[in-house]
């Protein structure tokens, strides 16, 4: 096949800004509940904050590398830096106005006010006098920035107050003198980011800590005469450069490397675009910022925290509840061991209950017939009932194996934290891979019955982690066929260095043959096409990013094979392309789960290939972890899935077109009935559940 151009693919960061887009599109959605489109706004906060801290940070890397480096990547880091910058820009410009002028508004006039330092009353003055002398007073330790040696660290994500100060007397307007600048620490955590006040029967006010510290700085600096105060955060580059070494103790490594990830190097210092110009000067030389770090923002930062914002019981301004609903066999089954010996079985989070696998988990711990338990752990919650049943199962004499992916970004230290537990217990804990992060989802229970030992298995598009089961669409297949469970113990084998290559026929498994069989699969609908015979491919991924699959893809197309996909996230392939993509059509769902799913269908003649995994469509997913995709067997499984997907396909009301100029328009439904998947999904599985 021919070399892609650059023109045939959309650049990952912004394809990654575009999705960040859609996300902004539903804080700007009026049919969304109030306290949820500030939910989404927090989202795309937080997704921002990574995205300087990792992204934003590997570009200014290449930029440091010098020219003679970058001239040999296939785009120009300096030019898709300023790009980035122009993108966001006009991002967090529209953000500025939904919260100011959709959200404070929409929230006044359900009666909660949020209020400036400036809008208090004498008596809310005077309460949250008292709040900052015993709340808050205690936290903070201002800092006088007048030589180099008085130069603090900052903390990475840390939000801060920089203030003018003036020794009392000597400024005044007829002899102005340049304020000297303190920095004071926004003590958010410990304290919640926003203080309920006092006020009026039927109302709510609250105000931001930020604003709760400028109401009491004449207090901070009794010796000084304040002037204005200026929120600014710092984000530092939080990617973690490890040596992939056989040898050495790579536990050890990444506990220095958390601590370097808040000494990283700054990727964004983020300020409010109302502080005047000297402020930013002197600040820019006093912390050796370079004109790059500097991006102008509002007088809030660190709007994840509004994750937080209280909701004070109007729970008709939030989503209606979805709760989970019980599995329709595996909730009632007696045992769920007789239940998966019958047949396989489907957990579809968060729609159903993640506490099918708390109760498998528990049946295996205790029950005596249970001799082994493995258990891949990629992110782990905090607290985290899966690693407090296998302490349990180690300690009734169980064997237990956990293989703990500890380069997991951001989780490292919980992963690492219950590693060490569960160590203590007498789990088998085994580490990272060199080279590799094992992203694969798999449990694997082993069973003495009737004089032999059965396999049962576990294999997921998702975490075993409590907290996201309840945010994030994720399949599970659980199962007793030994095609699939002695093949899970296959790539336990090689997780635990028994095998160099785990050898599987039915499962795929990267980094050793996921890659070549997915283009195996794919090629075989191009010949049916141009055979004259019916093809077709179905995918659903968070992201579709590698550079070889997006050509087969696009072969495909040429060949006639019409490809429908759903990419929730990065998606670099460019639809509808002349020649080259007109028979593929992407598009995108955002709504109040995150989709988090994979699934890959390929028609082959009428009798699909069914496989979900763990893997997206991204180079490190093929070629630097360990990812499983497995098939679906059980034709009654195999039709929900057919019917979920149909539902993803017809969704009218949240799905977006990836087109070729990456406009996020939204699918128009025309003469068709509304369709929300993530609603119809819900309903689909309350009515499985009824008795």
Not at 30 to 50: C, G, M, Q
Not at 338 to 358: E, G, K, N
Not at 370 to 392: F, H, M, N, Q
Request: charged fraction near 25%; aromatic fraction near 10%; hydrophobic fraction near 45%.
């Amino acid at each position: 096949m021919a070399v892609l151009s650059p023109d045939h693919l959309f650049n990952r960061e912004l394809s990654w800004l575009a999705f960040n887009g859609r996300v902004l599109q539903e804080a700007r959605d009026p049919t969304v509940p109030l306290l949820e489109r500030l939910k989404f706004l927090a989202i795309f906060s937080s997704n921002l904050d990574e995205f300087f801290q990792v992204r934003v940070a590997s570009l200014r890397s290449l930029l440091r590398l010098g020219k003679q480096h970058a001239r040999k990547l296939a785009f120009d880091p300096e030019a898709l830096l300023q790009e980035i910058t122009r993108v966001v820009t006009a991002q967090q410009e529209t953000f500025g106005q939904i919260f100011r002028q959709e959200i404070l508004p929409g929230l006044e006039t359900e009666g909660i006010r949020l209020l400036d330092e400036t809008q208090v009353t004498p008596a809310q003055a005077a309460f949250l006098e008292v709040y900052f002398a015993e709340a808050v007073r205690p936290r903070i330790d201002p800092v006088l920035l007048q030589t180099d040696n008085t130069k603090p660290f900052l903390k990475n994500r840390r939000l801060y107050l920089v203030v003018e100060l003036w020794t009392a007397g000597t400024h005044t307007p007829v002899d102005p003198v340049p304020p000297q600048y303190a920095l004071v620490d926004i003590p958010s955590p410990p304290l919640p980011r926003f203080v309920e006040v006092p006020a009026r029967a039927g109302e709510h006010h609250v105000l931001f800590l930020d604003d709760v510290i400028r109401l009491n700085l004449p207090r901070l600096f009794p010796a000084h005469t304040v002037g204005q105060a200026f929120s600014v955060k710092l984000s530092r580059d939080a990617e973690l450069y490890l040596e992939d070494e056989f040898a050495g103790d790579l536990v050890e490594m990444i506990r220095k490397s958390l601590e370097q990830r808040e000494r990283g190097l700054p990727t964004r210092f983020l300020y409010d675009q109302r502080a005047p110009y000297p402020a930013i000067t002197f600040l820019k030389h006093h912390f050796d910022l370079a004109d790059e770090d500097l991006v102008p923002g509002g007088r809030y930062h660190n709007f994840n925290d509004c994750f937080a914002f209280p909701r004070f019981g109007r729970d008709d301004l939030a989503d209606p509840p979805w709760p989970p609903v019980p599995h329709p066999v595996l909730s009632r089954a007696p045992s769920l061991f007789d239940a998966l010996a019958t047949r396989d079985h489907l957990l579809h989070v968060p729609y159903q209950s993640f506490d099918v696998v708390l109760r498998l988990l528990d049946e295996a711990a205790g029950d005596p017939s249970v001799e082994r338990l493995a258990v891949t752990l990629y992110r782990v919650a905090t607290p985290s009932a899966v690693a407090r049943t296998l302490i349990r199962a180690a300690r009734a004499g169980k064997t237990v194996i956990a293989f703990v992916e500890v380069k997991a970004r951001f989780d490292e230290e919980s992963n690492l934290h219950w590693a060490e537990q569960m160590m203590q217990a007498g789990v088998r804990v085994y580490y990272s891979l060199p080279g590799l992060k094992v992203h694969a989802k798999l449990l694997l229970i082993e069973r003495r019955e009737d004089g032999g030992l059965r396999r049962y298995a576990y294999l997921s598009t998702g975490n075993f982690n409590e907290k996201t089961a309840r945010l994030y669409t994720d399949l599970a297949l659980l199962t007793a066929d030994p095609r699939l469970a002695d093949e899970v113990a296959e790539v336990f084998r090689f997780l635990t260095g028994e095998v160099e290559v785990p050898h599987t026929q039915h499962l795929l498994v990267a980094p050793f043959a996921l890659r070549k069989q997915l283009y195996a699969l794919i090629d075989r609908e191009i010949a049916a096409a141009r055979a004259g015979r019916r093809g077709g491919i179905v995918l659903k991924l968070n992201s579709l990013e590698d550079p070889g699959l997006i050509e087969r893809l696009y072969a495909a197309s040429r060949a006639g094979v019409h490809v429908e996909a759903v990419v929730r996230g990065i998606c670099c392939l460019k639809p509808g392309l002349p020649g080259l993509s007109e028979n593929i059509h992407v598009r995108s769902l955002l709504d109040r789960f995150l989709e988090h799913s994979r699934l890959f269908v390929f028609h082959q003649d009428g009798d699909a290939a069914i496989y979900l995994a763990s893997a997206d469509w991204m180079q490190r997913n093929m070629d630097r972890r360990v990812e499983v995709a497995f098939p679906v067997y059980d034709p009654a499984l195999r039709r929900e899935l057919h019917t979920l997907l149909g539902f993803q396909l017809a969704d009218n009301v949240k799905a977006r077109l990836i087109d070729a100029e990456q406009r996020n328009a939204y699918v128009a439904a025309g003469d068709a009935p509304r369709l929300r998947a993530q609603e119809a999904t819900y309903r689909y599985f309350r009515q499985q559940a009824a008795p």
